[in-house]
């Protein structure tokens, strides 16, 4: 019995052998899969990465206010200060026959005033000027029987500190004869020979004659008529008078946006100030008669609106350190605009600002005070500062950036399966339309990743500031084409379209940020 079992274990040991045998053979190798997520591209975007950090204020309570603080126009008063086109008429004519003898010469210094009293100008006494540009026409009619020579000087016009305007010419009998010559530079001293006079300007005459002697009748003469061309003053001292200025309407270009590439753009309440830059020695009431903001792409215009418009806005005189020395101490004053409609003027994303203004000088009065100055290149200027703090509104601002991608290397040919994820934080009050591309090493595109994308803002609070960022995810599936593009990129562009949240003002603060992740989820499959 023993033995009749024994031998069934034995049968049934070897039959369990050879099935196990049988099993092991046919078996295939193991293999599992395993879920890999792999960075492959990480930024973050600040605040000041799509607004330029100079137009930005970071507040005690963390809040980001909007500064502008822009150049509206310079007051260029060159009418300020003009001169004369006729200097004077000197003549030549005796009273009964004479002879003049061989070199015998004929010479005259002397004093001529000015005449502002023609232009309007009274009460101008003007003590030195210095010649920016223009010319002096030298009219001569020599009606005496023969050629002369003539020299005329201006003693006191002097360049260089001791050349001395002086010209001469021999000027043909019986003819007219003119010539102009470049008064750049010349500085004129303008109270008279004896320093005891204002705008009066000393004169020199000389008529040579040659080696016969020459006859000279009463119905003879010699006429000089002397003009000023298109004078432009550099610099002058002395009193303007008390006059009334109307300057424009005139243009000038307004560049604010210029560092916003953006669509539209408004701001819901501003804190503005109107800053006067007087670098004129002369008091002024400045009166604002229009201010109109220009967008010239658009035809929308728009002006300000405020009771400051049409009132007199008193500017103090600015004070040089010494006569003539270029140094000034300008004399600034700042006018309270917040209640106005800037904000209307912001919104149209104006390009050019148009002025029309009166500028009444010497309001005080005081003619023996003798220390006004003018420099062309030193004029009154006009600035806005803005302060934006409760609230933006932005349409379609633009901005980009690319970073490094981090696929290189990767091995995915033993990826069974898998997505790209791309994942956006936004802690903007802002939403996003966003483009992704891949490049090569050459900024090459090779692969769309995302094309309009929508990325929700933060969550507001009552007050349109962030209480909460939102996360945006998108699925990319992989595929074999996207897998060699994986591997292959050097780089990751993207492009951003920013728009204030449901298109309300929006408080920013300076910790808004988004961040932007793409991570590859991709289902490896493992074998042994």
């Known amino acids: 019995m023993f033995m009749l079992n024994a031998t069934k274990n034995i049968l049934l040991f070897f039959s369990l052998s050879m099935l196990i045998y ?37 507040n005690p309570d963390h809040t980001v206010s909007f500064v502008f603080s822009e150049k509206l126009y310079d007051v260029n008063v060159d009418s300020l200060v003009q001169l004369p086109d006729t200097i004077f008429s000197w003549s030549f004519k005796v009273p009964v026959e ?3 003898p061989p070199e015998g010469t004929i010479i005259e210094n002397f004093d001529w005033p000015l005449d502002f009293a023609s232009m309007g100008l009274g009460d101008v006494k003007m003590e030195s000027a210095l010649i920016r540009s223009g010319k002096l026409r030298f009219e001569v009619l020599n009606a005496l029987s023969k050629d002369i020579l003539c020299e005329f000087g201006i003693n006191s016009a002097i360049k260089n500190e001791t050349d001395t305007f002086l010209v001469s010419e021999v000027v043909p009998h019986g003819q007219l004869t003119f010539e102009e010559f470049d008064l750049s530079e010349y500085r004129l001293n303008m109270v008279g020979l004896e320093d005891s006079v204002y705008n009066t300007l000393n004169y020199f005459v000389g008529l040579y004659n040659d080696d016969q002697s020459l006859l000279v009748e009463p119905s003879d003469s010699f006429i000089v008529n002397i003009r000023f061309i298109d004078i432009v003053v550099d610099y002058a001292k002395g009193y303007f008078g008390q006059n009334t200025f109307g300057l424009g309407p005139d243009e000038y270009p307004f560049s604010l946006f210029d560092d916003l590439d953006v669509a539209g753009f408004s701001i819901e309440e501003a804190d503005v100030q109107l800053k006067i830059k007087n670098q004129y020695g002369i008091e002024a009431d400045f009166i604002i008669k229009e201010l109109k903001a220009i967008n010239s ?39 309270d605009f917040s209640q106005s409609n800037f904000g209307e003027l912001f919104s149209i994303m104006p390009d050019n600002i148009s002025y029309t ?6 309001v005080f009065g005081d003619t023996n005070d003798i220390t006004n100055f003018f420099y062309y290149d030193a004029p009154i200027q006009v600035f806005i500062d803005a302060d934006v703090s409760k609230g933006v509104m932005i349409d379609d601002m633009f901005a980009q950036n690319r970073v490094e991608w981090n696929g290189q290397g990767l091995k995915l040919d033993k990826v069974k399966s898998g997505d790209l994820v791309l994942v956006f934080t936004n802690g903007f009050p802002f ?20 094309l309009d ?24 599936p992989l595929t074999e084409s996207l897998k060699q593009v994986i591997r292959e990129a050097e780089y990751v562009t993207y492009e951003i379209l920013i728009n204030s949240a449901d298109n309300q003002h929006v408080k920013i603060y300076s910790d808004n940020s988004m961040s932007l992740k793409v991570i590859g989820d991709f289902q490896y499959l493992i074998e042994q």
Request: proline content about 4%; glycine content about 4%; aromatic content about 6%.
């Open 98 to 100: 004479i002879t003049i």
């Open 431 to 450: 939403t996003f339309s966003l483009n992704m591309y891949l490049e090569d090493e050459n900024l090459e595109v090779v692969e769309v990743l995302i």
């Open 297 to 335: 792409q658009t035809g929308e215009e728009a002006s300000l609106e405020s009771p400051m418009v049409d009132s007199a806005l008193y500017i103090d005189r600015a004070f040089e350190i010494s006569p003539g020395s270029g140094i000034i101490e300008a004399s600034v004053h700042t006018f």
């Open 22 to 58: 049988g099993c092991q053979k046919n078996r295939p190798e193991p293999s599992w899969e395993v879920e890999v997520l792999s960075p492959l591209m990480l930024d973050t975007v600040f605040l000041t990465d799509v607004i330029s950090d100079t137009l930005i204020n970071i």
């Open 357 to 362: 203004l009166e500028v009444n000088t010497n």
């Open 453 to 476: 994308a929508f990325i929700e803002s933060g969550t507001l609070n009552a007050e349109n500031a962030v209480d909460e960022a939102v996360e945006t995810r998108i699925i990319q």
